[in-house]
């Protein structure tokens, strides 16, 4: 399954925030392109994240766009998951990083504290209903971390399925993954966890993307996140943050694979258009050497 995160990862990077009726159209024609998997924003406090304003109304509008779609939104602390079950969400996407200087700028916490908090809301989630993904930033390295330990990784997302987490997710954050290092991870969290339960949040340029997307498929993952265009990355990385594995790119990979997503690629690169047109000159820097 490929989930869409144009409207959360894709958008923080922008200096301010899309119009709501221009995401309401985005996220009407993911919908209608075939995405069953939206991530509509995060639950920010808006001076921390002004780009994320109004995700809550975005989520009650809407409610309904498709049978069977499924929209989620990021949550960072306890009232972050309120306002995520007030506007009607049913699903919520958790993570810490394992970095110290990126969980502290991206959390303020430091990663002992950052895996605490996650375990605390996955618990309150599966409290109150919601299903819970979870992820694992700079799961490939990090700044100033090499290659976490797999057995670390593994044993992380044993406790927080034990905790009530259902999708578990390893992101890329900083573009370090390489194809032969992904499979082993993946080998090793195969026996702990369904591998259809395992997805990747990549980051990376085109050629990476590919080739680690077509690792982790290959190996039995079954959800990748994905962004129109590539539009994205982690604002609290040093330096230019890589971007998003393209959804285009993604589903071209996939088909030639042998294992075309449900999802109309036509539909995508219009959508791609449209999304380059609203941001006009206001595009970034990554978006536009990926886009090109």
Request: proline share 6%; hydrophobic share 50%.
């Given at each position: 399954m490929?989930?869409?995160q144009t409207l959360r990862d894709g958008l923080q990077i922008l200096p301010r925030a899309l119009p709501l009726?221009?995401?309401?159209?985005?996220?009407?024609?993911?919908?209608?392109?075939?995405?069953?998997?939206?991530?509509?924003?995060?639950?920010?406090?808006?001076?921390?994240?002004?780009?994320?304003?109004?995700?809550?109304?975005?989520?009650?509008?809407?409610?309904?766009?498709?049978?069977?779609?499924?929209?989620?939104?990021?949550?960072?602390?306890?009232q972050g998951l309120e306002r995520a079950l007030a506007c009607g969400l049913g699903k919520v996407a958790l993570s810490a990083s394992l970095s110290e200087p990126h969980s502290r700028a991206n959390l303020g916490l430091d990663v002992a504290g950052g895996l605490a908090r996650l375990g605390e809301l996955t618990a309150l989630a599966r409290q109150a209903g919601l299903r819970a993904r979870v992820g694992l930033q700079c799961a490939f390295g990090g700044p100033g971390l090499a290659a976490?330990?797999?057995?670390?990784?593994?044993?992380?997302?044993?406790?927080?399925?034990?905790?009530?987490?259902q999708e578990f997710f390893l992101?890329?954050?900083?573009?370090?993954?390489?194809?032969?290092?992904l499979r082993g991870i993946i080998a090793e969290l195969g026996r702990h966890l369904?591998?259809?339960?395992?997805?990747?949040?990549?980051?990376?340029?085109?050629?990476?993307?590919?080739?680690?997307?077509?690792?982790?498929?290959?190996?039995?993952?079954?959800?990748?996140?994905?962004?129109?265009?590539?539009?994205g990355g982690c604002p609290f990385l040093p330096g230019r943050a890589p971007g998003n594995l393209p959804a285009e790119l993604a589903i071209a990979a996939l088909q030639a694979a042998g294992a075309p997503p449900a999802i109309d690629p036509r539909a995508v690169e219009n959508l791609g258009r449209r999304l380059r047109a609203m941001l006009d000159e206001n595009i970034p820097p990554v978006y536009s050497a990926m886009a090109s």
């Open positions: 490929l989930e869409d009726a221009r995401r309401l159209e985005l996220l009407r024609g993911l919908a209608d392109a075939g995405f069953q998997s939206v991530q509509i924003g995060s639950m920010a406090r808006p001076d921390k994240m002004p780009q994320m304003i109004g995700a809550e109304r975005l989520a009650r509008l809407a409610a309904g766009a498709r049978p069977g779609l499924t929209l989620s939104a990021l949550v960072f602390n306890r976490p330990p797999r057995e670390l990784i593994a044993r992380t997302f044993a406790w927080l399925a034990d905790l009530g987490a992101a890329d954050t900083a573009g370090l993954a390489r194809p032969n290092h369904p591998l259809e339960a395992l997805g990747l949040h990549l980051h990376g340029r085109p050629e990476a993307l590919r080739a680690n997307l077509l690792a982790g498929w290959r190996a039995g993952v079954g959800r990748f996140d994905v962004t129109l265009g590539g539009l």
